[in-house]
């Protein structure tokens, strides 16, 4: 994807092209050191620039493309309540998506351009929503294990060194913990109920738990952008770090609902205090990047087609920008764009 614009991964940065430009980097580098936000208008390496857009594209992507999953229980939830409930989150996903594709904009993209990108197949979203929706415990899972993820993994990113995506990052992770009770309570309501539900959230957590654990990227010796990432506190925590930390705080909460984690290596380490698990099957996730996921074709095959059946709302609202530009002011004009 975007990558491709960037100088080899995990290199560092470009040799500058003048003493100048030398000079500005360090000065950046330094505003960065002294956890300084930095934003739009401001000097950045095109590198900066360039991982920005790719991550904060992948992560707005995902958001979208994660509404799927979820939407396709929303007809079959077992009461109005869950209903209603997951209704507001599957929404909550498309407002952080609108959040974050704003973000990316002010790194100097358009929002139609990464849409496209995605549509295209050349652009990343997550992983983990490449994994069918087979069982109403599929969405306990998902809220507990990957809006669960999805948290630990965004935390650290309320406290980006750039200032549109620190900020983004704030209010989406009060709704991801939101999102993360409500799928533990739909797991706890079941692993308490009948023997049936009980065996449909174990079922559930066979089949969620690894791919969560892969939400995190690949292991540090494989993570191409972290070092560099790190340096300029995009990152903040390297993608092994967080992966343990997830571990430690969910095995916990399997064990309170009684339920067993899918690894059988799984063991409390006594001298490092962390929970080590069996090793993670890579051949997977790798197979799910490269688009034979069990979803991939699915997931893009709806998306493109939400793009479709919506072609008459934009051309509509550009049609009203046209007709009221003049009496506005340009401000319909700029609603058009912006949907
Ligand atoms: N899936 O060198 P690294 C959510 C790619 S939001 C697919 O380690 P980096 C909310 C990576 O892009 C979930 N691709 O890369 C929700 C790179 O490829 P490239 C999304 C992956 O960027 C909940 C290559 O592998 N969250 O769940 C994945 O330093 C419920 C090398 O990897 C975010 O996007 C993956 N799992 O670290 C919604 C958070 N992992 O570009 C609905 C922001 C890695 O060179 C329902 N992103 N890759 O072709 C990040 O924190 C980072 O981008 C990482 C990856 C940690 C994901």
Known sequence: MYTQALDSPGAEPRSPASAGEAERERRFQERIDRDEKIEPKDWMPEGYRQTLIRQIAQHAHSEIVGMLPEGNWITRAPTLRRKLVLIAKVQDEGGHGMYLYSAAETLGVSRGELIEQLLAGRAKYSSIFNYPTLTWADI????????????????????????????????????????????????????????????????????????????????????????????????????????????????????????????????????????????????????????????????????????????????????????????????????????
Request: glycine share 8%; hydrophobic share 40%; net charge positive.
């Open 140 to 339: 306990g899972a998902i809220g507990w294990l990957v809006d669960g993820a999805a948290i630990m993994n965004q935390i650290p990113l309320c406290r980006c060194s750039y200032g549109p995506y620190a900020r983004a990052m704030v209010r989406i992770c009060k709704e991801e913990s939101f999102h993360q009770r409500q799928g533990y309570e739909i797991m706890l309501t079941l692993a308490r109920g009948t023997p049936a539900q009980r065996e449909m959230a174990q079922d559930a957590l066979n089949r969620w738990w690894w791919p969560s654990l892969m939400m995190f990227g690949p292991s540090d010796a494989e993570s191409v952008h972290t070092a560099q990432s790190m340096r300029w506190k995009i990152k903040r925590f390297s993608n092994d770090e967080l992966r343990q930390r997830f571990i430690d705080v969910t095995v916990p909460q399997a064990q309170f609902l009684d339920l067993a984690v899918p690894d059988p290596a799984l063991r409390w380490d006594e001298a490092s205090q962390h929970f080590i698990t069996g090793p993670i099957d890579w051949s997977e996730f790798q197979t799910v990047l490269k688009g034979h996921g069990p979803c991939n074709r699915e997931r893009l095959g709806a998306r493109r087609a939400a793009h479709d059946a919506g072609r008459w709302v934009r051309e509509a609202a550009a049609a009203y920008a046209d007709k009221h530009r003049d009496r506005t002011g340009g401000g319909a004009e700029r609603y058009a764009q912006a949907v």
